[in-house]
């Protein structure tokens, strides 16, 4: 494979681009830092395809990153391949408004011909190609300059390790017929809702006790005023106040500016600095959430009693001994709220009972809720077997 030297002129990124648009797919790896901002400060762009690859340096001056923005958001013709690719995804969106699509995920590929859940990328070099790789540059402060030699060949490692790696999972996938599992999947990621940050939603991301539409319509007031000012001043929303604090506030909202210097987790100036009584102003402004701003109320969550956690902890076992037998992440089949719904008695709007994980699992796990499979240990191994099979034998070994 061809590894071109760091990418700094728009001309040869140009040139790059309409090379890499005619390929099948292309490996795409971001390197940013987003400790003291709030929005991912981009350092670095790594792209290959099975021929070539580089690095792209978005901070050299006067380099023009549409060619390959463009590339990324607006050419469905070409296949973009990411590991964990979440925070790529969010950064690329951040530029363009736009997701990369179509998009294939190698970590969330990996839960349908493994057991792995979050397999990280040394984790995966490892197992497909049998290489170690380097992590000495991996906490590098990325957006200094100049970035030497070892900084840019680990870089790029990422993509061209990966471009060996995806054609053998597609191979894989193909082989068991379990890409179609994953299409959801991939969907869930290229979609730009998950990445849209919309200041009137942040207070859904706070765990805050009670259902009170007074307390959630504070909390809602208070979270968008954060975002707020979080973006208008580039740091993260931590900074401004945490979470936790976020929330108390919301349930035990101050009476005065001056109440501020009593909250945990708030500095004594808020009492009578002016982020403060922009916060003050947030909660006198707030309103209450009507009905169809309510959080909806679901089984999700609700007391099982013991027998109800019982056959919980039953469709739980089941899928730990499906998710071995069949070689696969549990997670892709299954999560653990929807196996207590299960067990509550809930049928509808649960993806285990739908396509191919009813196929796969769902229809095992209903029989168990309904008394037709049990548990057997063949060769010391724990398996499932469904009772009429089980009553059959008996029976044919009582007439011999």
């Keep these: 494979m061809k590894i071109h030297p760091l990418i700094t002129d728009t001309e040869s ?10 390929a099948d797919f292309i490996c795409v790896d971001t390197e940013f830092m987003r400790e003291n901002t709030y929005w991912p400060e981009l350092c670095l762009i790594q792209i290959a395809d099975s021929n070539e690859a580089a690095a792209v340096d978005p901070m050299a001056p006067g380099l023009d990153m ?3 923005l463009d590339l990324l958001v607006d050419n469905e013709d070409v296949l973009k391949v990411f590991h964990a690719g979440g925070q790529d995804v969010e950064i690329i969106y951040n530029l363009t408004g736009k997701t990369p699509h179509p998009i294939f995920d190698t970590q969330i590929a990996m839960m349908a011909v493994s057991q792995s859940e979050q397999i990280g990328y040394a984790n995966l070099c490892e197992s497909w190609l049998g290489i170690t790789v380097d992590k000495g540059a991996r906490f590098t402060d990325w957006s200094r300059r100049p970035l030497d030699a070892r900084q840019i060949e680990y870089a790029i490692g990422d993509v061209t390790h990966l471009a060996e790696i995806f054609p053998k999972i597609l191979k894989r996938l193909i082989k068991t017929g379990r890409g179609v599992w994953l299409n959801a999947e991939m ?10 940050n919309d200041p009137d939603k942040a207070w859904m991301r706070i765990k805050a006790a009670g259902r009170s539409p007074a307390m959630l319509g504070r ?3 208070l979270a968008k005023w954060r975002e707020l000012e979080a973006q208008d001043k580039n740091i993260p929303r931590g900074r401004i106040a945490r979470d936790e604090t976020v929330a108390d506030i919301a349930s035990h909202p101050p009476k005065q500016q001056a109440d501020l210097a009593k909250v945990r987790g708030l500095s004594a100036g808020w009492r009578d600095n002016e982020i ?12 209450p959430l009507t009905d169809d701003e309510l959080p909806p109320r679901t089984p999700r969550g609700a007391p099982l009693g013991k027998e109800g956690a019982l056959v919980a902890d039953l469709l739980k076992l089941l899928l730990k001994i499906r998710s071995r037998e069949i070689d696969v992440a ?3 089949l299954a999560r653990s ?8 008695g809930v049928r509808k709007n649960l993806s285990l009972l739908e396509g191919w994980r009813f196929e796969t699992f769902g229809k095992d796990a209903l029989d168990l809720v309904e008394g037709k499979l049990a548990f057997a240990v ?13 009553v059959e034998e008996v029976v044919e070994a009582e007439a011999e």
């Design 330 to 332: 549990s997670r892709l």
């Design 276 to 287: 403060g009584k922009r916060m003050m102003a947030a909660l006198e402004a707030s309103a």
């Design 219 to 221: 909390l809602k007031a």
């Design 378 to 390: 063949v060769n010391g191994k724990l398996k499932m077997t469904h009772v009429d099979d089980v």
């Design 337 to 344: 709220d929807d196996l207590e719904l299960l067990a509550a």
């Design 13 to 22: 990124l140009t040139q790059l681009c309409e090379r890499l648009s005619r």
């Design 66 to 68: 549409t060619p390959l």
């Design 187 to 196: 969907e869930k990621l290229a979609d730009p809702e998950g990445y849209r």
